[in-house]
Each structure stands twice: as C-alpha cells, then as structure tokens.
C-alpha cells in the first residue's frame, strides 16, 4: 500500500503565502508523476500544478505566476509553493501521485491524500 500524507494548509489573508507538503510512503513503488487539485464548495475538483520525473511541469491557468511546484525525488516528496493567495484560491487541497507498484506484479495505481484545507481571507 502506498499512502500520501499532506501539510501545510491553513488561513491566510489575501496576498499572503503558504507552502504545502506531500510525502508518499509504502514500499515497493516508483513514481511517475505527482501533483496538487484542489476543490472549492460547489465545484469541481481541478488541477492545480502537476510534476513528471523529467521535471516537467503543468500549471492550471489561474496559477500561473503565483504558484510553485516542486519534488524531492529522493524522499518521495512534492511540494506547492503559494504566493500571492486569493480569495478565490480557497479550497480544499489534494496530493495525487501517478505510480506503479513494483511487487508482486508491475500495476499502474493512482493515489490521493486526504487533503488540506486552504483558507483565505479578504
């Protein structure tokens, strides 16, 4: 079993920043690509900023700009680095990763956190 922890959520005021966490643990796993959603009251979850092994990343429009994403390949980690937060940035955050588990057989599996609440305020 793999499972994505997460921190980092809270309240902050409009143009402030948080910086959110997201390590995978377990055994037996390698890691494709890992990323942040997030899903306000009444929407849909959405995209936020997705990393690959090559480094490559994908950014959600509204984000762009503001919003950092970064991975620690050794410690199985990913990161989002928020700058410049609004209001309309509230929601719930989600850690995804793109793996494969490794034992007893090869099986693509895609995993979620269990997510963090971002709040900010005007």
């Known amino acids: 079993q793999v499972q994505l922890v997460e921190s980092g959520g809270g309240l902050v005021q409009a143009g402030g920043s948080l910086r959110l966490s997201c390590t995978a643990s377990?055994?037996?796993?390698?890691?494709?690509?890992m990323g942040w959603y997030r899903q306000a009251p009444g929407k849909q979850r959405e995209l936020v900023a997705d990393?690959?092994?090559?480094?490559?990343?994908n950014y959600a429009d509204s984000v762009k700009g503001r919003f950092t994403i970064s991975r620690d390949y050794m410690k199985n980690a990913v990161f989002l680095q928020m700058n410049s937060l609004q209001p309309e940035d509230t929601a719930v955050y989600y850690c995804?990763?793109?793996?494969?588990?490794?034992?007893?057989?090869?099986?693509?599996?895609?995993?979620w956190g269990q997510g963090t609440l971002v709040t900010v305020s005007s």
């Open positions: 377990g055994s037996s796993f390698s890691i494709r690509t």
């Open positions: 990393i690959r092994n090559s480094g490559n990343t």
């Open positions: 995804n990763a793109d793996l494969t588990l490794l034992v007893p057989t090869y099986r693509n599996l895609e995993v």
